[in-house]
């Protein structure tokens, strides 16, 4: 689908930040390992001047990534106007790693670190400050990725997946099927509930299987719910990644739920992807609760 890419005359420009603990490091080894040129703790009000020197050193089309965290004290507060008024004249993407709280002060402990936050109070009362100065760029990211149920070699790929490739920027989805009872995903930009279908786990010989399985997915699919909803639910999504191209967003997070996230949510996550990929879409797949059970 040629009107699915969106080519850009500078090197792209990431900017990481996001909650301590969930993955900043680990996101920007693997931003350096794909040739970008990598800059940790950077106080945002010198984005330009980074552009400027690597520019001149190794050109206008030389990739760039810089972290940015609460670290950066004051400086931090300038970020928001340095990216909103396209100071650095590349396009940017602000990507922002997110986890639950319980999951980031499992994490911090394990690295026996205190947070930058913290001061005198608990860890807990340092995450709960930075979320509260994290929200406005958190709701302006343009990937927002939850890394409470990632691993690092998970988180790495999903780098690799969203910005592997030097040579054109096109719109990536990704599609999660899920359990309402486990949560619904934090990343996600639309949740679909698939829990008005009527349930395979009520049927003794599909309640072993998973959506995944061909006789699970026909008796999914063959609902008459489930026609009309795919009927009507594609065009919505692909009239709506129309208009992030034409915004210059490059994610869509699609997730698909139902109550244990291993029938209905997967059979429908794995033909919803099917269709975006067929209309020429770069869609992937995560199935999050498949097993969890």
């Not at 065009?235 to 698909?256: D, N």
Request: include cysteine.
């Amino acid at each position: 689908m040629s009107s699915s890419v969106i080519e850009f005359e500078a090197g792209e420009l990431v900017v990481v930040t996001g909650m301590t603990g969930a993955g900043r490091s680990t996101a920007a080894k693997e931003l350096e390992d794909l040739g970008f040129f990598v800059v940790d703790n950077l106080p945002p009000g010198l984005l330009r001047e980074i552009v400027r020197l690597v520019d001149e050193s190794s050109g206008p089309e030389q990739r760039i990534a810089v972290v940015v965290d609460v670290r950066s004290g004051s400086f931090f507060e300038s970020l928001h106007a340095n990216l909103a008024h396209g100071a650095t004249g590349r396009h940017t993407t602000l990507l922002f790693l997110d986890a639950t709280d319980d999951v980031l002060v499992r994490r911090q402990e394990a690295a026996r670190r205190p947070h930058p936050l913290q001061g005198s109070g608990r860890l807990l009362d340092g995450l709960q400050r930075e979320r509260a100065v994290l929200a406005d760029l958190r709701s302006d990211a343009d990937l927002v990725i939850d890394t409470s149920n990632l691993n690092v070699h998970q988180l790495t790929s999903r780098i690799r997946e969203s910005f592997g490739d030097p040579d054109a920027t096109r719109l990536q989805i990704n599609v999660i099927s899920f359990g309402f009872k486990y949560g619904i995903p934090a990343d996600a930009d639309f949740v679909a509930d698939m829990r008005f279908l009527p349930n395979p786990h009520w049927q003794p010989k599909l309640r072993p299987k998973s959506g995944l399985d061909p006789d699970v997915a026909d008796y999914v699919k063959g609902q008459p719910g489930a026609i009309q909803f795919l009927a009507a639910y594609l065009p919505v999504l692909e009239g709506v990644a129309m208009g992030y191209l034409a915004e210059g967003k490059r994610f869509m997070t699609i997730a698909i739920g139902c109550t244990g996230g291993k029938h209905r949510s997967v059979a429908m996550a794995q033909e919803i992807t099917r269709r975006l990929s067929d209309a020429g879409y770069d869609v992937s797949t995560v199935h999050r609760d498949l097993g969890r059970e």
